[in-house]
């Protein structure tokens, strides 16, 4: 079956804009996470979504990061006035459920570079 | 609070020869563990877990065994090949699910 998908695949900002990156779960999948992965600070959490709950986004850098997912189902992650430490991979990643030893299955991630 | 520490690289080794990259852990209570691999040009991928004390996780001829005692989760293959040249990245998870933490990452490259 088809797997995580993001798009886009790759995105050049100037730096004080806004962005929004995207990610399509496996179909049936009611965890989301989203994560980052940059030279500097190797693959961090940023949030995670588990059905109807309430995010855990203790993982979110800054005010100017946040996400939502709708019906369930297809997430965006929005970076607002952009700054050059925001260069990074962003990685989506889904599981069946959160339930205790679940494997997470990635994205290929959203390349974003800020100038 | 929970970490993951994993030996540096990069790790340069003959086709055949053997593997291991170490990796301990930090974290209150039991947490399932994970090695995950990113080929060259290509997303994170599971390569094995475990979920709880002794439980040994294989695949692709690699294995990591979960050792409460020691805190540790050590990648081992008896035998490399070219296509393993990859990053390996070891994680953990504590309890129902939740974020994944991960080690710094290993490059291992495997030379002809």
């Known amino acids: 079956g088809a797997g995580v998908s993001q798009s886009p695949s790759n995105k050049v900002t100037e730096k004080g804009k806004d962005v929004e990156l995207r990610c399509d779960p496996i179909?049936?999948?009611?965890?989301l996470y989203w994560y980052r992965q940059s030279l500097g600070q190797g693959l961090e959490f940023l949030i995670y979504?588990?059905?109807?709950?309430?995010?855990?986004k203790s993982g979110l850098p800054s005010d100017r990061f946040s996400a939502e997912r709708t019906g369930g189902s297809v997430s965006t992650l929005t970076i607002q006035r952009t700054q050059q430490e925001d260069s990074a991979v962003y990685l989506c990643?889904?599981?069946?459920?959160?339930?205790?030893?679940?494997?997470?299955?990635f994205g290929p991630g959203t390349r974003l570079l800020v100038l | 609070g929970n970490s993951v520490t994993q030996m540096e690289g990069p790790v340069t080794l003959s086709e055949e020869a053997f593997l291991t990259i170490n990796c301990t852990y930090t974290?209150?209570?039991?947490?399932?563990l994970f090695w995950y691999v990113q080929y060259p040009g290509e997303g994170l991928q599971l390569l094995l877990k475990?979920?709880?004390?002794?439980d040994k996780g294989s695949n692709k001829g690699f294995e990591a065994t979960y050792r409460k005692e020691t805190t540790s989760f050590h990648l081992e293959k008896g035998s490399v090949q070219v296509s393993d040249s990859a990053v390996y990245f070891c994680?953990?998870?504590?309890?129902?699910?939740?974020?994944?933490?991960f080690g710094q990452g290993t490059e291992l490259s495997v030379k002809p």
């Open positions: 475990a979920t709880k004390a002794d």
């Open positions: 990643a889904s599981s069946p459920q959160m339930s205790f030893g679940e494997t997470q299955y």
């Open positions: 994680a953990l998870v504590y309890g129902q699910g939740g974020k994944l933490i």
């Open positions: 974290a209150t209570g039991y947490p399932s």
């Open positions: 979504f588990q059905g109807n709950s309430a995010p855990d």
């Open positions: 179909s049936g999948h009611t965890a």
